[in-house]
């Protein structure tokens, strides 16, 4: 195709849709419209730049807890004092607290709404049937019916108290708990009050909890022994914010949590073999360790590899022994949101020092403790990972803020509170005694340490809202573990964290926006994991680079440290820091289901016509010879049919000797009066490039997915070398559904191929679509064997009964 200029005008000979110029009258959808329009208004306590305004406030909440922990009946019996400070603007004639304990009882909102079919935390519970077969439960629901229904679960609250001992009164509504007070709560003032409770721990592999007991019922130790992981243990104080005053929003188990942060002292009497690990750093070690224990934690505090705290060989021996009484250990922890614990008689522990200098904490001890069905898995993986961690996040936010970091192993596959994560996989015993584990298990080690020791950044210190928005932690941490992972070793293959892994969700009807709240998430593992993440690699690796990404997430960090952010406050840190209007990137991935599958229709190669006869009107005939003959005229060449003006030479005339692409003197005439016509700086330009004779390239795109996103380009020219292009978003912000693209290479640069998204950065969901020219498709063909019914009509029951071995080689 070639290019014709007209006086002062550039005009693309080409049809309408490789122009751009397609009619979209009735349907225009502007995907770049401003997300201001949704957000909230900025105010005093948070700006429109996303930084916390000059009149920010937050609650804070101080606990002191004694707890005893009753190894035979597995019950939990306690006692706090609260002290509640009321730093924001209002009176407040009540206060709210958390009862996550009351979800296990069988009157919850969340057993009586629990859908029959619907997920479990272990993959589906139900398989319905259909026609003959016949609904499915699996043994995991079933066991977790019997625990139900053998057990009584949830908290008793035995008493509510003022400091001096008068009653408070209250009332419980599900998860939640009034606590009316004398006066109103003023601005600035502090209340103290305190609550005595006792709950029976659920045993978390029967119950799928986020907390509970495991038990070990082969262990030496007659009747065996446990693994206790508290969490939501306490009854904690729901969050009053700027936002939406009370969060009292009921916990029906997705949904994670949302705290105020505080000072802790934690008081925890267990079985006087027990070792405890806990939010927060040991406040009277004599007591509750050895002397070579204590040696070995100092050692560790400068060891360039995990020491052993508490050995194999003492665990081993504490395994099949008995307790001599209790032990009390006591805990404390600063500007913590909360406080969770794990408590055995199986634990060993190792610990190594991470510095940190000119931090708050210069010597951060990374932690790990396991039992031995941990093995040598976690001996070698689980406190490097956790130093690991430290070092790469701390890269993207500020230094780790806390004394310690702790890996637990337990019955939960991974959960993570201040200080301390609980994290579930095992290695395989064999019937020779040892110890192996799978790949599968080395990542799952690997992988959740990072995650959960990750989320002590996000959200323990960046304080987002997990019940309402878990995409702002969870989608955020996924995005960083996965930058640790490939930092770990790029050549594990870890999973759905990049944009290529997300595509089956994506274009799936099995999905909502990220925006939507957790509990009614039908996918939440994809939704506010895996989406996010991808979302942050694009945003970071092909939106706006590494390095205005990385600057605009450490001001994200460092603005919302020990405070709590929202959505808003996110995306306009991003924008502001990184200098981009990200409206349009917003709004496509978190508000809306629509996915990336950008098509390239067509590719149309132009040269430029020098208006000049003498060169256009041949250049053409040799064009319109290289067309084909008609069909029919080939077949009458076959058949040897004569040609009548040949056969018949005195009818031949002037047209007979010339065509239509004859040079005539009016020809030439308009081409003398056209450069007469232009201007000085038109003539030069048009000289130029007919001189230059360039190849003029029109791409026309089709945007099939909806979710308008950069156009990456991998170029590949006659000459053998390749280039990648990279075209803003912004290109499609008139027309969001097709546009086409103009591009330019000298004469000798001929283009032969082109693919869209060459290293499938932007998960695009048709990569078919993004070769031009087409390729053929590459795949597989597997041969397969017919499977026999299975039947009861089909099978010889005959030859069952009496016995028989069908003979499967012959009929």
Same mark, same amino acid.
């Given at each position: 195709?070639?290019?014709?200029?007209?006086?002062?005008?550039?005009?693309?000979?080409?049809?309408?849709?490789?122009?751009?110029?397609?009619?979209?009258?009735?349907?225009?959808?502007?995907?770049?419209?401003?997300?201001?329009?949704?957000?909230?208004?900025?105010?005093?306590?948070?700006?429109?730049?996303?930084?916390?305004?000059?009149?920010?406030?937050?609650?804070?909440?101080?606990?002191?807890?004694?707890?005893?922990?009753?190894?035979?009946?597995?019950?939990?019996?306690?006692?706090?004092?609260?002290?509640?400070?009321?730093?924001?603007?209002?009176?407040?004639?009540?206060?709210?607290?958390?009862?996550?304990?009351?979800?296990?009882?069988?009157?919850?909102?969340?057993?009586?709404?629990?859908?029959?079919?619907?997920?479990?935390?272990?993959?589906?519970?139900?398989?319905?049937?259909?026609?003959?077969?016949?609904?499915?439960?699996?043994?995991?629901?079933?066991?977790?019916?019997?625990?139900?229904?053998?057990?009584?679960?949830?908290?008793?609250?035995?008493?509510?108290?003022?400091?001096?001992?008068?009653?408070?009164?209250?009332?419980?509504?599900?998860?939640?708990?009034?606590?009316?007070?004398?006066?109103?709560?003023?601005?600035?003032? *502090?209340? /103290? =009050?305190?609550?005595?409770?006792?709950?029976?721990? %659920?045993?978390? $592999?029967?119950?799928? +909890?986020?907390? &509970?007991?495991?038990?070990?019922?082969?262990?030496?130790?007659?009747?065996?022994?446990?693994?206790?992981?508290?969490?939501?243990?306490?009854?904690?104080?729901?969050?009053?914010?700027?936002?939406?005053?009370?969060?009292?929003?009921?916990?029906?188990?997705?949904?994670?949590? *949302?705290? /105020? =942060?505080?000072?802790?002292?934690?008081?925890?009497? %267990?079985?006087? $073999?027990?070792?405890? +690990?806990?939010? &927060?750093?040991?406040?009277?070690?004599?007591?509750?360790?050895?002397?070579?224990?204590?040696?070995?934690?100092?050692?560790?505090?400068?060891?360039?590899?995990?020491?052993?705290?508490?050995?194999?060989?003492?665990?081993?021996?504490?395994?099949?022994?008995?307790?001599?009484? *209790?032990?009390?250990?006591?805990?404390?922890?600063?500007?913590?949101?909360?406080?969770?614990?794990?408590?055995?008689?199986?634990?060993?522990?190792?610990?190594?020092?991470?510095?940190?200098?000119?931090?708050?904490?210069?010597?951060?001890?990374?932690?790990?403790?396991?039992?031995?069905?941990?093995?040598?898995?976690?001996?070698?993986?689980?406190?490097?990972?956790?130093?690991?961690?430290?070092?790469?996040?701390?890269?993207?936010?500020?230094?780790?803020?806390?004394?310690?970091?702790?890996?637990?192993?337990?019955?939960?596959?991974?959960?993570?509170?201040?200080?301390?994560?609980?994290?579930?996989?095992?290695?395989?015993?064999?019937?020779?005694?040892?110890?192996?584990?799978?790949?599968?298990?080395?990542?799952?080690?690997?992988?959740?340490?990072?995650?959960?020791?990750?989320?002590?950044?996000?959200?323990?210190?960046?304080?987002?809202?997990?019940?309402?928005?878990?995409?702002?932690?969870?989608?955020?941490?996924?995005?960083?573990?996965?930058?640790?992972?490939?930092?770990?070793?790029?050549?594990?293959?870890?999973?759905?964290?990049?944009?290529?892994?997300?595509?089956?969700?994506?274009?799936?009807?099995?999905?909502?926006?990220?925006?939507?709240?957790?509990?009614?998430?039908?996918?939440?593992?994809?939704?506010?994991?895996?989406?996010?993440?991808?979302?942050?690699?694009?945003?970071?690796?092909?939106?706006?680079?590494?390095?205005?990404?990385?600057?605009?997430?450490?001001?994200?960090?460092?603005?919302?440290?020990?405070?709590?952010?929202?959505?808003?406050?996110?995306?306009?840190?991003?924008?502001?820091?990184?200098?981009t209007d990200l409206d349009w990137f917003w709004r496509g991935w978190f508000y809306t289901t629509d996915h990336v599958d950008?098509?390239?229709?067509?590719?149309?190669?132009?040269?430029?016509?020098?208006?000049?006869?003498?060169?256009?009107?041949?250049?053409?005939?040799?064009?319109?010879?290289?067309?084909?003959?008609?069909?029919?005229?080939?077949?009458?060449?076959?058949?040897?049919?004569?040609?009548?003006?040949?056969?018949?030479?005195?009818?031949?005339?002037?047209?007979?000797?010339?065509?239509?692409?004859?040079?005539?003197?009016?020809?030439?005439?308009?081409?003398?009066?056209?450069?007469?016509?232009?201007?000085?700086?038109?003539?030069?330009?048009?000289?130029?490039?007919?001189?230059?004779?360039?190849?003029?390239?029109?791409?026309?795109?089709?945007?099939?997915?909806?979710?308008?996103?950069?156009?990456?380009?991998?170029?590949?020219?006659?000459?053998?070398?390749?280039?990648?292009?990279?075209?803003?978003?912004?290109?499609?912000?008139?027309?969001?559904?097709?546009?086409?693209?103009?591009?330019?290479?000298?004469?000798?640069?001929?283009?032969?191929?082109?693919?869209?998204?060459?290293?499938?950065?932007?998960?695009?969901?048709?990569?078919?679509?993004?070769?031009?020219?087409?390729?053929?498709?590459?795949?597989?063909?597997?041969?397969?064997?017919?499977?026999?019914?299975?039947?009861?009509?089909?099978?010889?029951?005959?030859?069952?009964?009496?016995?028989?071995?069908?003979?499967?080689?012959?009929?």
């Amino acid at each position: 195709m070639r290019f014709v200029l007209l006086i002062a005008a550039l005009f693309i000979a080409a049809p309408a849709s490789a122009q751009g110029i397609q009619q979209t009258k009735g349907n225009f959808e502007d995907k770049f419209r401003q997300l201001d329009e949704v957000l909230p208004d900025a105010n005093t306590y948070r700006n429109a730049s996303g930084a916390p305004g000059h009149e920010y406030w937050q609650q804070k909440v101080d606990y002191n807890i004694t707890a005893t922990l009753d190894e035979t009946k597995r019950r939990i019996t306690a006692r706090a004092t609260v002290r509640y400070t009321n730093n924001s603007p209002d009176a407040l004639p009540w206060l709210w607290m958390q009862l996550d304990q009351n979800i296990f009882k069988t009157d919850s909102m969340a057993e009586l709404t629990d859908a029959f079919g619907g997920p479990g935390r272990r993959g589906p519970k139900v398989q319905l049937g259909s026609g003959s077969e016949p609904t499915k439960l699996s043994f995991d629901e079933l066991r977790r019916q019997q625990a139900m229904a053998d057990n009584t679960y949830g908290y008793d609250i035995s008493a509510v108290t003022s400091i001096d001992g008068a009653k408070l009164p209250h009332t419980i509504v599900g998860t939640l708990m009034r606590i009316d007070l004398p006066a109103p709560l003023a601005p600035g003032q *502090t209340t /103290e =009050f305190a609550i005595e409770w006792a709950f029976n721990i %659920v045993e978390e $592999d029967a119950v799928n +909890a986020r907390s &509970g007991y495991e038990h070990f019922p082969d262990d030496p130790r007659k009747g065996g022994n446990d693994i206790f992981l508290l969490a939501q243990w306490f009854p904690r104080m729901v969050v009053y914010s700027d936002y939406e005053g009370w969060h009292n929003k009921e916990f029906l188990g997705r949904g994670e949590f *949302t705290l /105020e =942060f505080g000072d802790y002292t934690v008081d925890l009497t %267990v079985p006087s $073999d027990h070792i405890v +690990a806990a939010t &927060g750093t040991i406040q009277n070690p004599d007591e509750v360790l050895t002397a070579a224990q204590r040696q070995r934690l100092e050692t560790a505090k400068n060891a360039d590899a995990p020491v052993f705290i508490v050995t194999p060989q003492e665990a081993a021996a504490a395994e099949a022994g008995n307790p001599r009484g *209790t032990k009390t250990w006591k805990f404390a922890a600063t500007n913590v949101r909360d406080f969770a614990w794990g408590s055995s008689r199986k634990f060993m522990w190792d610990a190594q020092g991470v510095k940190q200098p000119g931090a708050e904490n210069e010597t951060v001890l990374a932690m790990s403790f396991w039992p031995k069905e941990g093995g040598d898995l976690w001996k070698k993986y689980s406190t490097a990972a956790v130093v690991h961690t430290l070092k790469v996040y701390s890269r993207f936010s500020f230094d780790y803020p806390y004394p310690t970091a702790q890996s637990v192993n337990g019955p939960v596959g991974g959960m993570e509170y201040p200080m301390i994560t609980f994290n579930g996989p095992r290695t395989t015993l064999n019937k020779d005694g040892s110890r192996t584990y799978s790949l599968a298990e080395k990542m799952f080690l690997v992988g959740v340490v990072i995650h959960e020791i990750g989320h002590i950044y996000f959200p323990m210190t960046v304080n987002s809202d997990e019940r309402q928005w878990t995409w702002m932690d969870e989608g955020l941490n996924s995005f960083l573990d996965s930058v640790a992972g490939y930092e770990w070793d790029p050549n594990m293959p870890w999973t759905r964290s990049l944009a290529r892994d997300l595509v089956p969700y994506m274009v799936s009807n099995n999905q909502q926006p990220i925006m939507t709240q957790s509990d009614s998430v039908t996918d939440l593992g994809s939704n506010a994991y895996g989406k996010p993440s991808a979302a942050y690699h694009v945003l970071r690796d092909t939106v706006i680079g590494r390095e205005r990404f990385d600057f605009a997430l450490k001001e994200y960090a460092r603005r919302w440290k020990f405070k709590r952010p929202t959505p808003a406050d996110f995306f306009r840190t991003m924008e502001e820091a990184s200098g981009t209007d990200l409206d349009w990137f917003w709004r496509g991935w978190f508000y809306t289901t629509d996915h990336v599958d950008i098509s390239l229709d067509s590719i149309y190669r132009l040269k430029m016509d020098s208006k000049n006869p003498d060169i256009d009107l041949p250049r053409r005939r040799a064009e319109r010879a290289e067309e084909p003959d008609p069909v029919g005229i080939g077949f009458n060449q076959q058949q040897g049919l004569p040609i009548w003006v040949l056969e018949n030479p005195g009818v031949t005339d002037f047209y007979d000797k010339n065509d239509e692409f004859t040079v005539t003197p009016k020809d030439r005439k308009g081409y003398t009066e056209f450069l007469d016509g232009l201007l000085p700086w038109e003539r030069a330009a048009f000289d130029r490039a007919v001189k230059e004779d360039a190849n003029y390239y029109v791409l026309n795109f089709t945007n099939k997915g909806g979710l308008v996103m950069p156009v990456i380009l991998g170029l590949t020219f006659k000459d053998g070398s390749k280039e990648k292009l990279n075209i803003p978003a912004e290109i499609w912000r008139r027309n969001s559904r097709e546009v086409a693209k103009l591009l330019v290479y000298p004469k000798g640069k001929e283009l032969v191929e082109v693919m869209v998204d060459p290293d499938w950065e932007t998960g695009d969901a048709d990569l078919e679509n993004n070769h031009y020219p087409r390729r053929i498709i590459p795949s597989r063909v597997e041969a397969f064997k017919d499977e026999a019914s299975k039947s009861r009509v089909s099978r010889d029951l005959m030859g069952e009964a009496a016995g028989a071995e069908p003979d499967k080689k012959k009929k």
